[in-house]
Nanobody, 118 residues
Framework: VQLVESGGGSVQAGGSLTLSCAAS???????MAWFRQAPGKEREEVAQ???????NYADSVKGRFTVAKDNANETLYLQMNTLKAEDTGMYYC??????????????WGQGTQVTVHS
């Protein structure tokens, strides 16, 4: 198993959660991203961090979510603040086929569930 997510749970709207994705030094050199999938909806990318540490966010989470890599601990994080009910879903971390984000994501963790109660 190359990617292991943790940190999901149930929280009230307005609350915070931090998701973790245990990886490896090799994987962290790739572009990595967090995706989520709500029931009945397609999986969507919410945050991305490339090999240089540059980040991009979906408009729906800008200003509330922060993605970061911790190379020392070989972990990818997603700090989620001011959570909303529409943030509910299964969250997955992923890394790119090659190093660059443009190569696409085809390596996935098993996911961690986030439920936000309004």
């Amino acid at each position: 198993v190359q990617l292991v997510e943790s940190g999901g749970g149930s929280v009230q709207a307005g609350g915070s959660l931090t998701l973790s994705c245990a990886a490896s030094d090799y994987i962290l050199k790739h572009c990595m991203a967090w995706f989520r999938q709500a029931p009945g909806k397609e999986r969507e990318e919410v945050a991305q961090i490339d090999s240089d540490g540059n980040t991009n966010y979906a408009d729906s989470v800008k200003g509330r979510f922060t993605v970061a890599k911790d190379n020392a601990n070989e972990t990818l994080y997603l700090q989620m603040n001011t959570l909303k009910a529409e943030d509910t879903g299964m969250y997955y971390c992923a890394y790119a086929h090659w190093v660059t984000c443009q190569s696409g994501f085809d390596n996935w963790g098993q996911g961690t569930q986030v439920t936000v109660h309004s």
